[in-house]
């Protein structure tokens, strides 16, 4: 386990991925109530805990997802730190990359050895905020390309999640990689045997098995071809060109 975490703030935004942003946080949610002993088929062997789940978004109000749903945010994003900030993607993503209050929010967690966690082109705004260093990353097809053109490692061959070698980075590729690497965090968070319950909640585990105790999760196929076109689409709208507006 990397750290105590006792705190989690999934933050949503506007146009932020309905998947993207509600699997995490059901699947944190969901650990939560394995560690207080609200869900218990397998008795824990270690000491219950509490831990405080929030969805937060970046202005008062409810928050718009990218398909129309609107939810209702349990806090508004402030000077309030987490033991864990996650950042769905989604297609408002390149509006949240040049949100200084966002990306001022993610160095202060960064700098203070808090966890910070990034799905889908919600890679992108932690790559802008200048948390991600050097070592491998995953993302979305959609914002691959640019990242590694400014400059970000992500490998060719990438995969579903993504662990720093500290533990104090996580990414996962889109929304069809975010289930198996949220339950990894949970593992690495709070144990292999919470991991498995957790796993076994969502039916995880019976798709991945034992690789979501690892620190990177399998390796996608790779289509360049038409990973291009949607690049071409996508990417100035997910990731805008540096400095641009």
């Given amino acids: 386990m990397t750290q105590q975490v006792k705190t989690i703030a999934v933050l949503g935004y506007d146009k932020c991925s309905e998947q993207d942003t509600i699997t995490p946080l059901e699947i944190f949610r969901g650990a939560g109530m394995v560690l207080s002993g609200g869900i218990n088929p397998i008795p824990l062997t270690g000491p219950k805990q509490t831990i405080d789940v929030k969805l937060l978004n970046t202005k008062p109000g409810n928050i718009t ?72 990353q995953t993302c979305v097809a959609g914002v691959a390309r640019r990242l590694r053109s400014e400059g970000a490692n992500i490998p060719d061959a990438r995969r579903a999640w993504e662990k720093s070698s500290d533990g104090l980075i996580w990414t996962a590729s889109g929304s069809y990689g975010i289930n198996g690497a949220t339950v990894a965090m949970v593992s ?58």
């Fill in 65 to 136: 997802m990218q398909m129309g749903t609107q939810v209702i945010a349990d806090a508004e994003l402030g000077d309030e730190l987490y033991d864990l900030l996650y950042l769905p993607g989604g297609v408002g993503a390149g509006e949240i990359t040049q949100d200084k209050k966002v990306l001022d929010a993610i160095r202060e967690h960064h700098a203070k050895g808090k966890i910070v966690a990034a799905n889908c082109s919600g890679v992108g705004i932690l790559f802008r905020a200048g948390v991600l260093g050097t070592e491998p």
């Fill in 188 to 245: 690495h968070l709070y144990g292999e045997q919470v991991g498995m319950m957790v796993a076994m909640m969502f039916d995880t585990y019976a798709g991945l098995g034992e690789q979501i105790h690892a620190d990177a999760g399998p390796e996608f196929y790779n289509h360049p071809e038409i990973e291009a076109k949607y690049q071409d689409f996508f990417e100035e709208m997910l990731l805008p060109t540096a400095g641009a507006r």
